[in-house]
């Protein structure tokens, strides 16, 4: 690190007279126009007062415009400064948490002038953050590859042959959840800039890896759910850069640290759509790999589960600072989002299995890839900012996918048979009155042979 004489007013490099005196400052750690510090960590800056007239009394006031993120230490110095003297002092700049705040200088003599300067605090750089955001990486490929090593290409076909449940999807992801990320972030987040670009961000990526683990917990349509994901991962290598440059400038407002990265973000995505190619490639010409792959299924959701919150949360802990009308937005927009998805599935009349399906695709985004695409392409603190959105979108994913899993478990042991009994009993006694033939036994049914014809039929 070294040090350079530089004047606080717009960060010029030759001192700017003010009021008959000059104020420069000599500090570390300039980086483009703004002063970059670290949680728990300080920062010294020296204040040097030249006067070039007669002797004046000068007050000078610093102040955080938020003490959560930063302090500064004094707040108040008082100086008397002789003609053609130069007084110096030192201020030191506390970094709290991750955040870009201003910090105001605001100089009193004769006449009171007020000057800002960008403050960025960074998290401080550990190996656990390290080892997530690669881990991140590593869970993306290789869910791809596991989504590739899934996908029948007839069963696609015969659901892209009628593609009303994934067009239907389409719409959802892409023009609804958008337009949902952006009406909350303009409602509730028009404050706080780099959460409501995170939350767009969420909100223009295609759905997600949870979302097919839920479907296949909630015994829906696991076929429809993996085209749909396939289809929309593909779709959005236009998509999301369309959606960002349509909601996503109202927030950046000039600020060079949150211009949208388009070019960055297009080569993520189709480095991400090259996995799921192999995965295809190994379910037609790798079988036994293949089947290892769909037996470790279900463990691998698991692990990687308690895996990712168990390094996550540790590496993380920024993002549970988050004010109330973040943790608000984070819980309201996967569940606002399932249900307009169930709705308008519902009103084109799909089955309950496949509005189910829509529903959890719409809802369910791929958090893990707008995280992983913030962190490679915004600079920080901003990426950190940025992704905040998107994992604590995660978290309250989970809760609300696990809080509905554990629902329909409860269903299927309690309720599910007692509701099929009575439904059996009434079509006993339809039948004895009507003197109708009792409808045939059911017989085990190839699982497979289910999925073809229920994405044939679709």
């Known amino acids: 690190m070294f040090k350079e004489i530089i004047p606080f007013l717009m960060m010029a490099l030759t001192a700017v007279p003010v009021d008959g005196y000059t104020l420069e400052a000599t ?16 920062k010294t800056i020296t204040f040097h007062v030249k006067q070039d007239q007669a002797r004046h009394n000068i007050t000078i006031e610093l102040k955080s415009s938020d003490q959560h993120v930063f302090t500064v230490e004094p707040d108040v110095i008082s100086l008397y ?5 130069t007084v ?4 030191t700049i506390i970094g709290l948490s991750v955040g870009v705040e201003i910090l105001t200088i605001k100089i009193i003599s004769s006449e009171s002038n007020e000057f800002e300067e960008v403050v960025k605090v960074l998290r401080t750089p550990t190996i656990l953050n390290f080892i997530f955001t690669y881990f991140l990486l590593i869970w993306l490929l290789i869910s791809y590859v596991s989504m590739g090593t899934k996908l029948d290409l007839k069963v696609i076909w015969g659901h892209l042959r009628r593609p009303v449940g994934v067009s239907i999807g389409m719409l959802c992801q892409f023009i609804v959840m958008p337009l949902l990320a952006f009406c909350l972030a303009n409602a509730i987040l028009s404050d706080n800039r780099q959460s409501a670009v995170g939350l767009l961000v969420e909100g223009s990526c295609p759905g997600g890896w949870f979302s097919n683990i839920f479907t296949l917990l909630l015994d829906c349509d696991f076929i429809l759910s993996l085209t749909m994901t396939f289809c929309s991962t593909i779709a959005a290598l236009a998509f999301m850069p369309l959606n960002l440059f349509i909601y996503a400038e109202r927030f950046v407002d000039g600020d060079e640290a949150l211009k949208t990265p388009f070019k960055e973000m297009i080569q993520q995505f189709a480095l991400m759509v090259a996995p799921a190619l192999v995965g295809i490639f190994i379910r037609y010409k790798l079988s036994k790999v293949k089947n290892v792959c769909l037996c470790l299924l279900k463990p691998f959701a698991y692990v990687l589960i308690f895996v990712s919150t168990g390094l996550g949360v540790p590496s993380n802990l920024y993002v549970f600072q988050g004010s109330w009308q973040i943790w608000l937005v984070c819980f309201l927009y ?3 989002g399932g249900l307009l998805g169930f709705g308008i599935s519902k009103i084109t009349r799909r089955e309950r299995e496949q509005a189910i399906t829509i529903a959890l695709e719409t809802g369910i985004q791929n958090s893990v890839l707008a995280t992983t695409v913030i962190r490679f392409a915004y600079p920080q603190p901003e990426a950190d900012l ?43 006694k339809v039948n004895e ?23 044939t039929e679709a």
């Open 27 to 42: 500090y570390e750690g300039m980086d483009e126009g703004f002063l970059k510090t670290f949680e728990k960590f300080t």
């Open 386 to 428: 940025v992704s905040r959105m998107p994992l604590l979108i995660t978290i309250t994913t989970l809760i609300e996918g696990c809080t509905l899993v554990l629902g329909y478990l409860v269903y299927v042991k309690f309720f599910q048979n007692k509701y099929k009994a009575v439904n059996e009993d009434d079509t006993a």
């Open 88 to 91: 110096s002092f030192n201020a």
């Open 81 to 85: 400064v002789l003609p053609s003297d």
């Open 433 to 455: 009155e009507t003197g109708a033939p009792p409808p045939p036994e059911n017989k085990d049914v190839d699982l497979s042979d289910i999925n073809a014809s229920s994405a």
């Open 334 to 336: 996967p569940l606002v």
